[in-house]
């Protein structure tokens, strides 16, 4: 095995070369490919319409993080929650934000000038002429209009309208703009704008979308992401034919996130204020009775001012008493969550979180997130998400969990609740010494301080959250509005020219490989010899006009090539893959060529499934054939033999049409004692064998002769074909057998290159 890898390497360093010389043969069909694809390289050029990347870049905040507004009672984490990049992207890539987008810039209206017949420029502000779609139109319309417009020196103007399948639903000519056309989709207008050039011919096409179709091509067209994943921030990418229309585009995008992000700062900050008004209403009530307690209790006691002790005890007692209302207002806010918790009512809302329990204040705060996380996310995600379902399953094993840690964290309170009754109450027994009427006085008068605190406090965080509504600030902080890169988008003119100067170079070798894969015949002796092991000794042409003189030159080289194999040749069989693949043809004329090489020959005919060689040459049909020899019915076969009337100095035996069981009779044993005879007379045998379909009868004739030549039929004989020829002698053993190809058509030429 190791001796043949050498053997291979050098045959497949001969097929490269020999393919590589074939290509540099053709150098000038190169050149040509190389000179087309770089003129369309340039039209692709001057038709392509040059694009930039146009940007924007937004990071997203969270205003709640940042506000004063709601610190107490942990409220502020009731109400926001911190933003998320991820959940902002999906926002600002919606449906919904397009459309909006779309109708705000018409969008929707899409003007191309036809400069010539390569030439193509889309017009955003700058179309000379504008459409007017009737009302409500866009909003119904779920395809597309094209308008064909064209506009002669004198303004007369011809249009014509296809629908969304390229089907022509309205034509009209030499109209005068401005001007209205009723189509069947209803009536547009059709003007011109400051823009139009009188005295000069105009073409131009005009598509019209539906709102919803123009949202989806630009929801195609808009890239958003977020180029970091450790800052929050999104680009937002267009890639524009004109910058001035791309910037706009960008920018209005951008605005249309920002205004979406404000109307819902707004609505969360109303609904802080609306909770303060209704708490506010409460506590100013509660003040107002106690104030009316206040001076009451003054009038009917008689009470002008208290004691110094009365003072400092109250002042103790009135310590404890804030420690115990804040113990207490703890625990009612923790009992209020719990509630919240509990309400299926509530079941969506976020809840507030206690400021002393640090546990269930994280868990919370989590719930929160969690929550508003879910309010987001339905704004985009239809019924059934995948995600969606996740955030549910999480928000209610957080809710388990959320019951057991307020339940520990309420029983926690109530403890400390009822230690701080237990110091009031011993304060409460010192007190018993003062006088009852100053101590409900001082009693009274601390309610009505503490109530008044937190009056005064709800009225500044309503104030707050008025400023709020109006002063209502955007999830996303611009921080670079629109820009357009300097460099255009994607390959430079001269990268696209040396890019179809490269396909040029590889579609000239490329097209040889193809048809060369794509043939299922030869055309040359070369090709043949790629495809088998067996000697091919030649290729006979296509002689024009056929020219007796350079067919037998021809036929003469390959009669030498046979004779000159260093053995003594004399019996030649010749046969075909198919009847009608120029056996007979090659075997007559290899018969006429060792006659004219002076040597004495006879052209067996043992075709008996088909003989055609009576037709191909004059024969008297009265003599016997050879069938008759095999048959044991004739003692010499010098009987048969016809002298060739064309005086080409051979002579023949004409095969019998029709004969039975031409098999058995070639198996026979007489078929040797035939060729014997005919050695005893001439010097060389020449047989027409049938074709190589009838196995038995080659298998035969194989055996009585010195030479078996296969016919190839250049153009004509399949691929197949030859690889079951080459099977038949491999499988058979047959020997000194040899190939030739006939019918070589010459090579086509483009530029004087064959090919």
Not at 123 to 140: I, K, Q, S
Not at 512 to 540: F, M
Request: hydrophobic letters at 40%; glycine letters at 4%; proline letters at 3%.
């Amino acid at each position: 095995m190791d001796n043949n890898k050498p053997t291979e390497s050098k045959s497949l360093q001969t097929d490269l070369s020999d393919l590589l010389h074939s290509y540099i043969s053709k150098w000038p069909l190169f050149v040509v490919s190389i000179v087309i694809f770089t003129i369309l390289g340039a039209a692709f050029c001057y038709m392509r319409q040059t694009r930039f990347e146009v940007q924007a870049n937004v990071l997203i905040t969270d205003d709640d993080k940042e506000a004063d507004l709601m610190r107490m009672s942990g409220l502020a984490d009731f109400f926001s929650a911190s933003a998320s990049a991820d959940a902002e992207l999906e926002i600002i890539k919606s449906f919904t934000l397009y459309r909006n987008v779309v109708k705000e810039l018409g969008l929707n209206t899409k003007y191309v000038i036809r400069k010539n017949i390569l030439k193509r420029i889309e017009a955003f502000g700058d179309t000379p002429l504008r459409l007017t779609a009737p009302a409500e139109m866009a909003d119904t319309l779920n395809g597309h209009l094209h308008f064909k417009v064209r506009m002669n020196k004198d303004g007369e103007t011809s249009v014509k309208v296809y629908n969304v399948l390229n089907k022509k639903v309205f034509e009209t000519d030499d109209k005068k703009l401005p001007a209205t056309f009723k189509t069947p989709y209803g009536d547009f207008k059709l003007e011109t704008t400051p823009e139009y050039k009188a005295d000069k011919n105009l073409a131009m096409s005009i598509w019209f979308f539906g709102y919803d179709v123009a949202a989806e091509n630009l929801q195609k067209e808009v890239r958003c992401f977020t180029p970091s994943k450790k800052a929050d921030i999104i680009t937002v990418s267009y890639l524009a034919t004109n910058v001035v229309a791309g910037k706009r585009i960008v920018n209005e995008i951008v605005d249309e996130y920002n205004d979406r992000g404000i109307e819902q700062s707004r609505k969360k900050a109303r609904k802080i204020a609306d909770f303060i008004d209704n708490r506010l209403g409460a506590i100013a009530a509660d003040l107002a009775t106690t104030e009316s307690q206040v001076e009451q209790y003054k009038q009917k006691n008689n009470l002008t001012n208290l004691s110094a002790d009365a003072e400092y005890m109250m002042s103790k007692k009135s310590i404890l008493e804030g420690r115990l209302f804040e113990a207490e207002s703890e625990l009612a806010t923790l009992q209020l969550t719990r509630e919240m918790l509990n309400d299926p009512q509530s079941r969506n809302s976020m809840l507030p979180i206690p400021s002393s329990s640090e546990s269930a204040s994280k868990i919370i705060s989590e719930y929160n997130n969690l929550i508003l996380a879910r309010m987001q996310l339905e704004k985009t995600a239809k019924s059934g998400n995948h995600k969606l379902e996740q955030l549910n399953d999480r928000i209610d094993a957080l809710r388990r969990n959320l019951f057991i840690t307020l339940d520990k964290s309420i029983t926690t309170a109530k403890l400390h609740v009822s230690e701080i009754q237990s110091s009031n109450t011993e304060s409460q027994h010192r007190l018993s010494q003062i006088p009852r009427q100053e101590r409900e006085y001082i009693d009274i008068a601390r309610q009505q301080e503490i109530k008044q605190s937190l009056y005064v406090f709800m009225l500044r965080e309503q104030e707050q959250a008025n400023m709020r509504i109006a002063n209502a600030l955007p999830k996303g902080q611009i921080i670079d509005r629109a820009f357009a890169k300097t460099r255009p988008s994607g390959m430079g003119k001269a990268s696209i020219i040396l890019a179809f100067m490269f396909i040029g170079l590889c579609f000239v070798p490329v097209l040889l490989y193809v048809r060369d894969l794509l043939r299922n015949h030869v055309n040359s002796a070369d090709e043949l010899k790629k495809l088998t092991q067996l000697p091919v000794i030649g290729q006979i042409p296509i002689f024009k006009d056929d020219n007796y003189n350079l067919r037998t030159e021809e036929f003469v080289s390959v009669a030498t090539s046979l004779l000159f194999t260093g053995k003594d040749n004399r019996v030649f069989a010749v046969t075909a893959p198919e009847q009608g693949h120029g056996g007979t043809y090659t075997a007559t004329n290899i018969a006429n060529a060792f006659a004219a090489m002076g040597h004495s020959v006879v052209l067996l005919d043992l075709n008996f499934r088909h003989s055609s060689l009576s037709d191909t040459i004059s024969a008297t049909s009265s003599r016997p054939g050879p069938a008759k020899y095999l048959a044991g019915q004739l003692e010499d076969i010098c009987a048969a033999v016809t002298h060739n009337k064309s005086n080409t100095g051979y002579d023949i035996i004409v095969a019998e049409n029709n004969v039975p069981n031409p098999a058995l009779l070639l198996a026979s044993q007489n078929l040797k004692k035939l060729i014997e005879q005919l050695k005893a007379q001439y010097k060389y045998i020449v047989i027409d064998a049938p074709s190589a379909n009838f196995l038995s009868d080659i298998l035969s004739i194989a055996t009585i002769s010195d030479s078996n030549l296969l016919v190839i039929r250049a153009g004509i004989t399949t691929l197949s074909q030859i690889r079951k020829l080459n099977n038949l002698v491999r499988d058979n053993s047959i020997e000194n057998a040899e190939m030739i190809v006939d019918g070589v058509k010459p090579p086509k030429k483009f530029l004087g290159i064959s090919f």
